[in-house]
């Protein structure tokens, strides 16, 4: 069974860090691994993409990464501003269909 | 306690046809959310229900999509006139207030 495994729960940096989130699964036979946002009140963004078969996607200001073979994926996030406060989240799909969610980092960028 | 549930699982159609795709939130839940996933891309928000108020339908990708929730609890999202496009899961998530959503295992749509 697939678990989906997010450290940290909470991370608070001053503006201007570089900072990086880590997501673990505990099945490697993924077919891609996804990377959202969620703001308060707002619905889910999606962030990122990887497939199973890359090694990163870079998008502006985020990088993802993804190593199968040792379950993990990280979400680096250069030159933090106070805007990319939110609830990082990723998610794999086991099969075509639905999601195993981690429980998210919840990420405070102090102006 | 009972999550999210969605119905059906799965659901095959053929193009032209009316669809009723369901979400039952958690209990005392006042925001609902409905998204889809079409295969190798990342979710796509759709349709946010909160308490009374008028829903944020800014996602609807067209007027064949339409989404209800009635008493404030049970939501359904219509597709009319299904297109192959419209194949994907469709998931639906409800949260507290504007809090951390709670996601349903979805409802895959094939569109013959």
């Known amino acids: 069974k697939q678990e989906v495994t997010q450290i940290p729960a909470a991370l608070s940096v001053p503006e201007g860090e570089n900072l990086v989130l880590n997501c673990s699964f505990t099945d490697s036979a993924i077919y891609n691994l996804q990377w959202f946002r969620q703001d308060p009140g707002k619905g889910l963004t999606s962030l990122l993409l990887?497939?199973?078969s890359q090694r990163e996607q870079t998008s502006g200001r985020l990088n993802a990464s993804l190593d199968k073979s040792s379950g993990r994926s990280t979400l680096y996030i250069a030159a933090s501003q106070p805007g990319d406060s939110a609830t990082y989240l990723c998610a794999v799909p086991p099969g075509i269909d639905q999601l195993i969610w981690g429980a998210g980092t919840k990420l405070i960028i102090k102006p | 306690g009972a999550g999210v549930s969605q119905s059906p699982s799965n659901k095959v159609t053929e193009k032209g046809k009316d669809v009723e795709l369901r979400c039952d939130p958690i209990?005392?839940?006042?925001?609902l959310y409905w998204y889809r996933q079409s295969l190798g891309q990342g979710l796509e928000f759709l349709i946010y229900f909160q308490g009374n108020s008028a829903p944020d339908k800014s996602g609807l990708p067209s007027d064949r999509f339409s989404a209800e929730r009635t008493g404030g609890s049970v939501s359904t999202l219509t597709i009319q006139r299904t297109q192959q496009e419209d194949s994907a899961v469709y998931l639906c998530?409800?949260?507290?207030?504007?809090?951390?959503?709670?996601f349903g295992p979805g409802t895959r749509l094939t569109v013959l």
């Open positions: 209990s005392g839940h006042t925001a």
């Open positions: 990887i497939q199973s």
């Open positions: 998530a409800s949260s507290p207030w504007a809090d951390t959503q709670y």
